[in-house]
């Protein structure tokens, strides 16, 4: 079992997640453990209130709200007793038994997970410390949790991404909830994905239609450290209106993905080596940029090229799908660099012109042509090209015929004044 835990500040943003689930039909309230009422005759002031009261007896505390999510393997389908048994014994053990809280069954993923919403606040005010919660508590919890039912550990379900990924699908504006939408897909990415800046989130984000925008240099939002979600259309320029990182639920603002840049310098150092590996065996054939493009997505990775309006290629992005790493090319190595690869693209261009010109000098010879014609018959500044040396010598024996015609009418002219 793979345990996640999110705070924040906002016990309704946590609640409101959950309950749009349950109104698409993608989630259950299955569990309302300390309400006077089931889960099925709860409103959703009654939810909410419940919580709520007990912030309002803290208003120091800003940070209020517990958000976790119980991930299972996939081939976990357990009963719905079971998981409300496993949720009370993990928010027990978490040291979390005695508060309110909502348990949601989502079958929206690969695999049965379970979202838990509750609050620090206790009904005397005292605040229950979130520090090391994720790191110790959880870790205990989860294991013991493990144990007592018998679960597929979180060590042998293979790293957390992968579990608790999804297949994600292109946001096509005007056809779903805009901000839902992209909270889906950014939250996703910025989770399962290691990316070191906004350029290299973005070249996995442009997959999806969607870019983050700090705005030019010289704006206020830029200037204050702001941060927006554009959607994108089928030509990558931004539609509609932008949505605040600040309002996006997991907030992925600026600051937080500053932390997981730092984090994903780390996490990305063991894979480098595998995607220049990839790369190296791609570049033992000289290709043109399209053929390696084409080659390395045959092996899951992902080739952007960055290009100014005159088409002239200043920079490179791989995007490894299997490994979920981003690289500058640069960040590889100056062989890996787009100034590197555009002299390697452009001997291959060199040698395309030579077999061309060898091609076409063996013609000449085929042709046997004049000794006074010489040099490679492509050029024209000085010389004619095949075409017009060949439609010249037409024009020369059309001039001869005209000339021949033209004595034998005389010669009828001649014999009739005669």
């Known amino acids: 079992m793979v345990a996640k835990i999110k705070t924040g500040r906002s016990i309704s943003g946590a609640i409101n997640y959950n309950e749009h689930k349950v109104r698409l039909g993608k989630a259950e ?42 991930n299972f393997a996939v081939s976990e389908n357990l009963e719905k007793d079971i998981l409300q048994q496993i949720a009370d014994d993990y928010m027990d053990c978490l040291g979390f038994g005695k508060q309110p809280y909502l348990v949601y069954q989502h079958n929206d993923a690969g695999h049965p997970h379970l979202h838990i ?125 932008p949505i605040k990182a600040s309002s996006i639920y997991g907030k992925p603002t600026l600051k937080t993905l500053e932390d997981r840049f730092r984090l994903n310098e780390v996490l990305r150092k063991p894979l480098k080596d595998v995607i220049k590996t990839k790369i190296d065996k791609v570049l033992a054939t000289p290709l043109s940029k399209t053929e390696f493009q084409k080659k390395l997505k045959e092996d899951g990775i992902q080739v952007i090229y960055r290009q100014n309006d005159e088409g002239r290629l200043y920079g490179i992005t791989f995007v490894d799908h299997g490994s979920k790493s981003v690289f500058n090319g640069s960040d590889l190595g100056k062989n890996y660099s787009a100034a590197r690869l555009i002299n390697w693209f452009k001997k291959e261009e060199i040698k395309n012109h030579q077999t061309a010109s060898k091609t076409v000098e063996n013609i000449s010879k085929d042709l046997k042509l004049p000794d006074n014609i010489s040099g490679p018959l492509s050029t024209t500044s000085d010389q004619d090209s095949l075409f017009n040396i060949l439609f010249k010598e037409e024009q020369q024996d059309m001039a001869a015929i005209g000339r021949l015609q033209q004595n034998r009418r005389k010669k009828k002219r001649k014999g009739h004044s005669l």
């Open 29 to 70: 309230l299955i569990s309302a453990q300390g309400y006077l009422k089931d889960p099925v005759n709860l409103s959703y002031t009654d939810k909410l209130q419940r919580l709520t009261d007990l912030t309002n007896r803290n208003e120091r505390t800003l940070v209020n709200a517990l958000h976790v999510s119980l």
């Open 117 to 241: 919403v509750t609050t620090n606040i206790e009904p005397d005010g005292k605040r229950i410390s979130f520090h090391l919660l994720a790191n110790r508590a959880s870790e205990s919890a989860r294991k013991q949790v493990e144990l007592n039912y018998n679960l597929i550990k979180a060590e042998d379900q293979g790293k957390q991404q992968n579990i608790i990924s999804k297949p994600l699908i292109q946001v096509d504006y005007g056809k779903a909830e805009l901000k839902r939408s992209i909270t889906n897909v950014v939250n996703e990415i910025v989770k399962a994905y290691k990316f070191t800046s906004i350029p290299e989130l973005n070249a996995v984000l442009n997959q999806y239609n969607i870019t983050a925008d700090r705005g030019s240099k010289d704006s206020r939002m830029y200037e204050k450290n702001g941060l927006v979600y554009w959607v994108l259309d089928g030509k990558g320029n931004k539609i509609g209106v």
